[in-house]
Every structure is written in C-alpha cells, then in structure tokens.
C-alpha cells in the first residue's frame, strides 16, 4: 500500500495519536480535476521542518529539566530522540515524495493518482456529509469532504498515522496538499504543505525532486516515443 513502510519497524510500539479527525463540516466539494505538479518555491522544506521540531524538543526537554530542579509539580511526556526525529523525517519524506497528481472527479467518487506511489480513492456522494471507510492488511483508511476540503486518514496496524487534506484555490490554478505525519506523542507529528499548479501532460519540461540530503535536483523529462 505504502514504499517505505520498512521504516516504521524502527518506530515499534509506538501508540496512536489524537489527530484523528472525529467529525465533519458539511460538504461543499470543489473541482479537484485534472493534473498538478509540485511547486517547490512555495512548498515546505524537510529539512526546516526537522530543525524547527528538533528545536521544539530541545526547549520542552530544557523546560522539563527546570522543572525537576526547582521540585516543581509538572506533567512529563515522553520525547522522541533525534533518531526518531530522523526516522520520522524520512518516512515523511516517502510519503510526500510524488511530484505529479493526476485527479479524476465525478459526484461519486475522487480519484488522486500519484506517481510512483499508490493512489488515493475516494468513494463520495456528492453533497453529503460523512466518511466513506475501507480497511484491508495494512490498516484502515477514511476519506470524505470537510466543508471545501477533502480529507484523507490512513491509520496503519503498526502505529504511524498519515492524513492528506486537499483544497484548490478560488483561481483554480493552485493545489494545496498538507500532509500530516504522526507516530508516538500527537505534539510532535510533521506537518507538511505542497503546493500544485496545473500543467499539460503533452509538455517537454523539467521533472524535480526534493530529498533530505540531495536538496532538490531536476532531470529533463521527455516524452516516450
């Protein structure tokens, strides 16, 4: 269902979190169709994310420390260590890799393909309220619009939770995909926004990627004969 999900085996044990959307807004489903590419100059950057949740840690686990020294009464949670961090980097990194979607839509279903990844599949009925829900070997996936923004939940049997929310822009010309990545405590999972722009499929261009240590590097890519 997912490449990557090797990664996870480092993560064993951890508990499920509370991101988990519990109800929706009324639908208001907007046209999703058609084909987007990433648009790196506005998206997020993995390795900012990292620093800025490394930080976070770094001054909750200064806190904690403070606090233990002045005998002070405190709540104390468990905080991921940096291979965890990293770990959690990388399977966010799998996750968001696709670069290029292409939305099929009608009012009954929301098909998302993604390139080398799988696809997301959305059974909806259009203008109602609610979750369609599937299970199968490696967890349980729901989906449905929330208000102007169709939602997507993966809760995987091992303990990581994936979420992909969906909303176009009022121009129709801009994508937004933020991807929520969770294991262990809800208070540090990887947020992470990419934005698409439509593009013609017939077009010679550039075909881009971001990693964790290459950065982002381009290839041209040319159309098959």
């Given at each position: ?5 090797a ?8 508990a ?6 519990t ?9 999703l ?12 950057n ?12 770094q ?21 991921p260590?940096s ?7 990388r ?11 292409e ?16 696809a ?10 609610g ?35 969906f ?14 990545v ?5 208070a ?6 990419q ?24 290839t ?6």
């Amino acid at each position: 269902m997912i490449s990557g999900v090797a990664l996870l085996l480092l993560l064993n044990g951890c508990a499920a979190t509370d991101e988990t959307i519990t109800e929706l807004r009324p639908a208001t489903p907007q046209s999703l169709a058609g084909f987007w590419e990433v648009d790196y100059s506005r998206s997020d950057n993995l390795n900012e994310q990292l620093s800025t949740i490394a930080r976070r840690v770094q001054r909750e686990a200064a806190r904690l420390a403070r606090a233990a020294e002045d005998v002070r009464p405190f709540v104390a949670s468990a905080l991921p260590n940096s291979n965890e961090l990293v770990t959690l980097a990388r399977l966010t990194e799998v996750i968001t890799e696709p670069t290029l979607l292409e939305i099929y839509q009608d009012d009954s279903r929301v098909r998302i393909k993604r390139d080398n990844s799988f696809a997301l599949d959305c059974a909806v009925s259009h203008g109602t309220t609610g979750f369609s829900q599937t299970v199968d070997v490696v967890g349980a996936q729901r989906c449905g619009w929330d208000a102007d923004q169709l939602l997507f939940e993966l809760q995987l049997f091992e303990g990581l939770e994936v979420s992909h929310r969906f909303s176009v822009s009022q121009s129709r010309d801009t994508l937004l995909m933020t991807t929520v990545v969770a294991t262990g405590s809800s208070a540090y999972p990887f947020r992470f926004n990419q934005y698409f722009t439509r593009y013609d499929p017939g077009e010679l261009g550039y075909r881009c990627e971001r990693t964790l240590t290459r950065g982002t590097v381009c290839t041209t890519q040319k159309e098959s004969p």
